[in-house]
């Protein structure tokens, strides 16, 4: 029989053994789930569930519950959350000195490896804790006169227009707004909205690349080439796109871009960027002041004093994830999962879709409503009754449910939502939700 010290000791090595296997657990089950994927194109992985079986097991997140709210934001898979948790105690070992002179300057690491991925310089990202400060950096650095105008859509995100109302209260710039329909006609159809209310004082032109109401992609490289033509500035929230969709962040041909990465990358929470375009970076003011403010330094974006690098160098384990999975791969199962629902459910009468199943305008989200059922009630019903999360949508003629898997969920998690929605469109809600 081992003595007890033996046995404390053979239980740490037990423990330590464990802990290493789980903390690589993320990426070999990538690796094994790459091995079984064959030569199979992404269109032809994204039904594979022997490959994205190995992929949700990366990820320890709760299965009592059914999650599809991944548009607000996502759990990182297990071996971001370990890279973070050992960045943190690395720095609590001395702050002053393992933080600000053995991690922050491993963040350059990071800003090279999120250029590589969104295709650009590393001089051109500026790293962020959110889309929210990437977008307000680009918005209130402008310089603008009273009686400029700003034109975007009434679908942006809410904090990026109050960021433009509070401009409107305090310097006389006018915010512009139009509205389109819920799906628009085409990708076309945006472009020309965003031509015919440009005019002699536009000065910016803000746009989502995907909407944070309905998921609607933006042609944003042709509003983009619309605005460049008229020497207007122009400036993307890519909050839903990066980590989501495929595409080239250097190509779009925009000045200012940024994203959180706690949403599709998976990244710690408190992660983002901004890209600046390298000829905009002088010219341009911090949100926070630096010490030279018309630097050409893209870092004069991230003065804001005393802040963990855990986050942002964990940040470099998601990329890792997103990489082996494969940014192709991603985006089509994430558009196989939505379709699973969106598909079944859109045949049922009183199901109103409010986004484009196209794929072009449209990736792992989509909104719909049941006509006659408040979605805040709907919201409820799911969440008291099945345990599903989702959020409830209601702006403009719109009045649905916001549904958004990620690459953890199962299509048996989809078939558990899309059965709790026909049995309310069967049947109503019953009266103690708010049902007749
Ligand atoms: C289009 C869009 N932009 C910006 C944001 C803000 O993101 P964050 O709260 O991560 O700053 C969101 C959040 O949902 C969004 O949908």
Redesign the pocket.
Known sequence: MPSRREFLLRSAATGAFACAMFRDDAIARVQAADRGAGGASPDELAGNEGYWGQIQRAFAVDRSIINLNN???NPSPRMVQDAMRRHVEYANQIPSRNLWQVQDPKVETVRARIARQFRCDPEEIAITR????S?EIALYGLDLQRGDEVLTTSQD?P??INTLKQRELREGIVLETFSFPNPPPTLDALVREFKRNITERTRAVLM?HM??YTGQIFPVREICAVAREKGITAIV?G??AFGHIVFDGGAIGCDFYGT?L??WLHAPIGT?FLYVRRDRIAGHWPLMAAAEPKKDDIRKFEEIGTHPAANRLAVAEALVFYEGIGPRRKEARLRYLRDRFARRLAVHDRVKLYTSLDPDQSCGMATLGIEGIDSGVLRKHLWGKHRIFVTAIKFEEIDGIRVSPNVYTTPIEIDVFCEAMEGVIKNGLPPADGGE
């Open positions: 548009g607000g934001v959110n889309a929210s400060e977008m995100y904090r990026m989502s909407t944070t929230d909050a839903h959180s706690h949403k983002g």
